[in-house]
């Protein structure tokens, strides 16, 4: 079965950067939509980036635009989001997620095949 594994979660100051990985453990990635996604203490999960099965078009949630950047590498079947000028509202858990039935950008949680764990960023003031 499929597996997300996402890493590089960590705590850091307001201002500063992390950049976030996420493996999928199949040889098919290059045909799958895929995306990220954060959900914070007692808030619905919430939509952050997503990218198309070639990597030619991205989508970004308002809050993050021009913060956020997000990339893939079909060859390493790796998505990257790269996180900069970190806010303390950006603390959440970030989730890697996965659509194998499109292979456009997607904004919703409904469809979604496989959902990686999960790693926490906490940004201080």
């Known amino acids: 079965q499929v597996q997300l594994v996402e890493s590089g979660g960590g705590l850091v100051q307001a201002g500063g950067s992390l950049r976030l990985s996420c493996v999928l453990s199949?040889?098919?990635?290059?045909?799958?939509?895929m995306g990220w996604f954060r959900q914070a203490p007692g808030l619905e999960r919430q939509f952050v980036s997503s990218i198309n099965w070639s990597g030619a078009n991205t989508y970004y949630a308002d809050s993050v635009k021009g913060r956020f950047t997000i990339s893939r590498d079909n060859a390493k079947t790796t998505v990257y989001l790269q996180m900069n000028s970190l806010k303390p509202e950006d603390t959440a858990v970030y989730y890697c997620a996965a659509k194998i039935h499109t292979t456009d950008v997607f904004t919703a949680t409904t469809g979604v095949d496989y959902w990686g764990k999960g790693t926490l960023v906490t940004v201080s003031s």
């Open positions: 199949r040889r098919t990635f290059s045909l799958y939509a």
